[in-house]
């Protein structure tokens, strides 16, 4: 005799961490769209030498005779030069392809360096407290404290300007902010329950700081660090404005606004500073936008995830 069929209970899928967030990221149309230009713009820098080649126009050699007016005056965007010319007969769209390398480059180099530094010297003023958190806490004080563009001129006078001198300006300005929150969020988690347990198993403190406390930060570091990339961004093109970051003729898009802004010629080509200035507008909106959708996605309800720590068995 067969036993009667029943129905089975349907199957539960349990779906992980990565997958959740992905889906809420999917969900976020603001902050595709803004991923969506990241990405076009990643790949506009990237493939330089691609649009060098398919215009046919160098970054700096200058088209007299084709890029500037029988006056003397740049060209508009058209069918020879896209973006137009500058004042020098230029090919704006290369020079734009080559200055978005640069400032992709410096921004994003100079937040992970200084994002590695504010969360290490954050975790371990926050953990231990004391003198090592008033002697790291004043110090972010008296970094904050200093006068960003005084500092910078003072370095490209002694040093002369270059990249190494950009990041390490922008590094150095930048590490602050993101140490200050690390050190509030592990104030708050060196009390919690976890890290007691930790503790009373006999873990160090670099080991809680790593592997119990460190994780639970991933959120933070990811948003801020998103964040800081359109910061040095800007600080970049800033100081490259000011002329105290990358060498001309090297093209940036602080030095291309600089160029127009000299004599100007912008008042007569438009194109030399909206077309630059709507890139970096935009190009800082979308990081912004990016990093909120990612604090939205990553965690949602704000709270901290414990990593348990494996107890071996004796």
């Not at 230009?37 to 084709?66: K, M, N, P």
């Not at 090592?132 to 972010?140: E, N, S």
């Not at 964040?227 to 003729?249: C, D």
């Not at 909206?274 to 970096?280: K, Q, T």
């Amino acid at each position: 005799m067969t036993a009667p069929a029943t129905d089975s209970a349907p199957a539960v899928v349990q779906r992980g961490s990565f997958e959740l967030t992905l889906r809420r990221l999917l969900r976020d149309k603001a902050g595709l769209l803004a991923l969506s230009f990241i990405l076009l713009l990643v790949a506009f820098a990237l493939g330089a030498g691609v649009v060098e080649a398919w215009t046919g126009h160098s970054a700096f050699e200058q088209y007299r005779d084709t890029g500037l007016t029988p006056t003397g005056m740049p060209v508009g965007p058209g069918a020879e030069f896209l973006f137009g010319t500058d004042g020098l007969g230029r090919d704006v769209m290369v020079r734009l392809a080559y200055g978005a390398r640069t400032s992709l480059t410096i921004g994003v180099l100079a937040s992970l360096i200084a994002s590695f530094i504010g969360v290490s010297i954050g975790l371990v003023a926050g953990y231990f407290g004391g003198w090592a958190d008033i002697v790291l806490g004043r110090t972010m004080d008296l970094v904050m404290s200093i006068p960003v563009l005084l500092c910078a001129l003072a370095l490209v006078s002694v040093f002369g300007p270059s990249v190494i001198l950009s990041v390490a300006v922008i590094v150095f300005f930048s590490w602050t902010t993101i140490g200050r929150v690390i050190r509030g969020q592990v104030i708050s988690l060196r009390q919690r329950d976890f890290v007691q347990a930790s503790r009373s198993l006999g873990a160090g403190p670099v080991s809680i700081m790593i592997i119990d406390i460190l994780p639970n930060l991933s959120v933070p570091i990811i948003v801020y660090t998103t964040m800081m990339i359109p910061n040095g961004i800007v600080f970049e093109a800033t100081l490259s404005f000011l002329g105290l970051g990358i060498v001309p003729p090297a093209p940036s898009w602080g030095g291309m606004l600089a160029e127009a802004a000299s004599n100007s010629i912008y008042l007569v080509a438009w194109w030399l500073i909206m077309i630059p200035g709507a890139i970096l507008l935009i190009t800082t909106l979308s990081f912004n936008i990016l990093g909120d959708a990612l604090r939205d996605a990553l965690d949602p309800s704000g709270r901290p995830t414990r990593k348990r720590r494996k107890v071996s068995k004796s």
